[in-house]
């Protein structure tokens, strides 16, 4: 009885590099060796057009992360914008202050949160965002094209 | 390949998907360039202008006028003249209303010619889009940064007017007042000057828009937001 209880053991001790090496493979199959590449930059759009207030002009920094898959060296990539800043805005007049102090974070707060839409263009555009939109657009687009 | 320059006192955005070309794009800008000296009435020696001050009659005018200035006309009567190129208060002609959708018409003809068959052009809000899938947020009226819309397509000319459009605000040429009740039209269809000038129209007529814009012609679809925070849209407009 002991010996086969050591035999059922030595089996149960051999089987463990086995299913080891049977994870190995399944982790291969279901998760391939990738390589992830991540890199953080910024980019200004055009200045855009607010009307009769100004130029209002959008950084953006985006985190771009490139993962690939090296056996068959599929790319997949995604991005995130984690940061707007509005470098060029009006501000000669005291009431084009009170608007963009009003406005521009409003703004910065709803591109982060509306990225995820994954819109490729905005038909139609409010007044004094109008702008705003304009340059983050091409921002985004020279990200894009990047 | 995408570009981006400010023509016609906008932004223009040129995204080509396929077979890039930088020389077709230059041709696409130098077509808007063309466009804003011969029809922009900002600009002294266009032809618009010089028509507006009597020193160029219509039979001497550019072939591209002559169309535009007898497409206005057309557009006035089949938008009961809700859509009025002269409308200006002081009997000029403006053309800008149609200039803008039918210029990126013709760009996108221009890219056709080039073998491009995927691609945007937008002007200032307004644009085609073709081949491929694109994903197209409408701006809602009322929440700036927010889209009230996603309208999915791969071939279409979308355009979007309301009370915040750009550079001026839509009156009811009939009143020369602003329309109320009414926040933003969209219209989608096969042409972005006439689907344009569809827009401006339905939005100047207020909140009987919407039931002319369900008699648009085959191929034009239509959205409105009203004032009261309902939606109208015809049977097929594309929105996701």
Same mark, same amino acid.
């Given at each position: 009885m002991r010996k086969s209880a050591i035999v059922l053991l030595t089996v149960t001790a051999l089987?463990?590099?086995?299913?080891? $090496?049977?994870?190995?493979?399944?982790?291969?199959?279901?998760?391939?060796?990738?390589?992830?590449?991540?890199?953080?930059?910024?980019?200004?759009?055009?200045?855009?057009? $607010?009307?009769r207030w100004g130029e209002v002009q959008v950084t953006i920094v985006v985190k771009k992360t490139t993962t690939t898959i090296v056996k068959t060296k599929k790319k997949t990539v995604t991005r995130r914008i984690s940061s707007v800043s509005v470098p060029?805005?009006?501000?000669?007049?005291?009431?084009?202050?009170?608007?963009?102090?009003? $406005?521009?974070?409003?703004?910065?707060q709803e591109t982060l949160q509306a990225q995820g839409a994954n819109i490729d263009m905005v038909s139609g555009a409010t007044y004094t965002s109008q702008g705003f939109e304009?340059?983050?657009?091409?921002a985004v687009l020279k990200e894009k094209a990047a | 390949m995408i570009r981006v320059e400010h023509v016609m006192g906008m932004p223009i955005v040129v995204e080509v998907r396929d077979e890039p070309g930088s020389a077709t794009l230059d041709r696409v800008f130098d077509w808007f360039r063309f466009v804003d000296e011969t029809f922009s009435t900002f600009k002294e020696t266009s032809e618009i202008s010089r028509l507006n001050r009597g020193e160029l009659s219509l039979e001497d005018a550019h072939p591209d006028v002559r169309h535009v200035l007898g497409r206005c006309e057309e557009l006035r009567e089949?938008?009961?003249?809700?859509?009025?190129?002269?409308?200006?208060?002081?009997?000029?002609?403006?053309p800008s209303g149609l200039v803008k959708g039918w210029s990126v018409d013709r760009a996108a003809a221009l890219l056709e010619?080039?073998?491009?068959?995927?691609?945007?052009?937008?002007?200032?809000?307004?644009m085609i889009v073709r081949g491929g899938t694109w994903r197209i947020g409408i701006q809602h009226p009322r929440e700036q940064g927010k889209?009230?819309?996603?309208?999915?397509?791969?071939?279409?000319?979308?355009?979007?007017?309301?009370?915040?459009?750009?550079?001026?605000?839509?009156?009811?040429?009939?009143?020369?007042?602003?329309?109320?009740?009414v926040l933003s039209v969209t219209v989608t269809g096969p042409e972005l000057g006439t689907a344009d000038a569809y827009?401006?129209?339905?939005?100047?007529?207020?909140?009987?828009?919407?039931?002319?814009?369900?008699?648009?012609?085959?191929?034009?679809?239509a959205m409105t937001i009203l004032?009261?925070?309902?939606?109208?849209?015809?049977?097929?407009?594309?929105?996701?």
């Open positions: 089987a463990v590099p086995n299913v080891e $090496a049977y994870a190995a493979t399944k982790a291969q199959k279901t998760a391939p060796k990738k390589k992830v590449v991540t890199v953080t930059q910024s980019f200004t759009g055009v200045p855009g057009s $607010a009307d060029v805005y009006p501000n000669h007049t005291s009431r084009s202050i009170f608007i963009n102090q009003q $406005a521009l974070p409003y703004l910065v304009t340059s983050l657009q091409s | 089949a938008t009961r003249g809700y859509f009025d190129a002269r409308a200006t208060g002081d009997g000029a002609l403006d010619d080039a073998g491009s068959r995927e691609y945007a052009v937008n002007a200032g809000g307004d889209v009230a819309k996603i309208v999915e397509a791969s071939e279409l000319a979308i355009a979007t007017s309301g009370e915040y459009e750009r550079g001026h605000h839509v009156l009811d040429p009939h009143t020369g007042r602003a329309p109320e009740g827009a401006t129209a339905a939005f100047a007529m207020g909140e009987d828009g919407p039931a002319w814009t369900a008699r648009l012609p085959r191929g034009y679809e004032a009261d925070g309902r939606v109208l849209s015809t049977g097929a407009f594309p929105a996701v």
